[in-house]
Each structure stands twice: as C-alpha cells, then as structure tokens.
T-cell receptor, first 113, second 116 residues
C-alpha cells in the first residue's frame, strides 16, 4: 500500500541556516513524488516534483529534493532559508492511476530571525 | 480571476443548516477535487471528478454532497453537519485523465468551516 511518512512535525531554524525536511515513502505504483507548500491562510502550492530522470530535482524558491530509491526517501533541502519560507510542507505520492494523492502529515517550518 | 477560487472563505453554520461551498477553476483543467484539512490530521481526499464524472468517493458521509455541473465548477453541498466537520475545505484541479498531469494539482485558498 502507498504511504508517506514525514519524520518531523515541526522544524524551527534561524534565518540563513540550511534546512532539510524528511520524507519517506512506500509505493507500489509508479514512483512519482511531490512536495507541496502551504503558506498561512492559503491553499497548497506545488513546490517540486520527481517523475523520472535525474534524482536531484530543483523547485521554486530555491528548494531542491533528492530521490533515493534504496532508502525510499525524498528529502527536501534549502541551503539558506528566509523568513518567508515559514510554512507547512507536505510530501505526497500517488495512490492510484486516477490522480489520487496520499499526503504526509506535514512539517511545519518556522524560520526565526 | 486566475487559478482556483473558492467561496465563501469563511462559513459558520449550525447543525441544522444547509449551505454550499463553491469552487471555480480558470486553468482549463478536467479534474477537480475536494479535500478536508483538519488540525493535526493529514489532508483527506473526499471526492474526485474527472470530466464531470465522479471517480472517487473516499467513504464520505452522505451529509456531504458534491456536484460538478461542468469541468470548471465544483460544489460541496452541506446539510446536518456535526461539530467534528469543522475544518478547512480545499478544492483543487488538475489536467485529469490519469497520468503525471493528474498529480500536479492546483489548490484554492480554502473555505474555513465552523459547525456550531
């Protein structure tokens, strides 16, 4: 069965520090992987996606993620965070072929000055 | 208007009321989704429509009734709700038809529902 586990519910960091948000997945369908971001009082926005090809994927706002098949992980990284990166981040994997996504529980990134 | 819009943004209703949530997408997509987002819980998919046909009902109670009159509009009709139904209801759209494009979903800002 498909599942997604985000290992950290909250990640506090200082501005300009690097950050890694962890995601592990289990999938028996095609391995597509997604990170979505939800800023306060907004809906979710696609941050980046892995569909095939290079295992290092670059997204918007300077974020990147690496697909690691052997460790079934898709961790999200940014070398230097800004206050504006404060948001909730969701990892997601397809549940079936029909567009249904399974989301992780979310990681709340809090960037402090 | 661009993207995905939802109205109202906030709704307070009693348990005996009937209300509707509206979603409209301006992206030319063919699939639309309703999600429920409760505090401290993962995002829950409620319904999926592909080309106006319902293709997923994730065991949602019948007090939630979706309607998709065309590929651009999606409604969620609410009646006799319970306090535990209080949540943020998010609408999303995608290309539809299965495949990679179906997973790139564009979300509206949500309707914050409070049931008293």
């Amino acid at each position: 069965a498909q599942s997604v586990t985000q290992l950290d519910s909250q990640v506090p960091v200082f501005e300009e520090a690097p950050v890694e948000l962890r995601c592990n997945y289990s999938s028996s369908v095609s391995v597509y992987l997604f990170w979505y971001v939800q800023y306060p009082n907004q809906g979710l926005q696609l941050l980046l996606k892995y569909l095939s090809g290079s295992t290092l994927v670059k997204g918007i706002n300077g974020f990147e993620a690496e697909f690691n098949k052997s460790q079934t992980s898709f961790h999200l990284r940014k070398p230097s965070v800004h206050i504006s990166d404060t948001a909730e981040y969701f990892c997601a994997v397809p549940y079936n072929q029909g567009g249904k996504l399974i989301f992780g529980q979310g990681t709340e990134l809090s960037v402090k000055p | 208007e661009t993207g995905v819009t939802q109205t109202p943004r906030h709704l307070v209703m009693g348990m005996t009321n009937k209300k509707s949530l509206k979603c409209e997408q301006h992206l030319g997509h063919n699939a639309m989704y309703w999600y429920k987002q409760s505090a401290k819980k993962p995002l829950e998919l409620m319904f999926v429509y592909n080309f106006k046909e319902q293709t997923e009902n994730n065991s949602v109670p019948s007090r939630f009734s979706p309607e998709c009159p065309n590929s651009s509009h999606l409604f969620l009709h609410l009646h006799t709700l319970q306090p535990e139904d209080s949540a943020l209801y998010l609408c999303a759209s995608s290309q539809g038809g299965g495949g990679q494009g179906s997973y790139e979903q564009y979300f509206g800002p949500g309707t914050r529902l409070t049931v008293t």
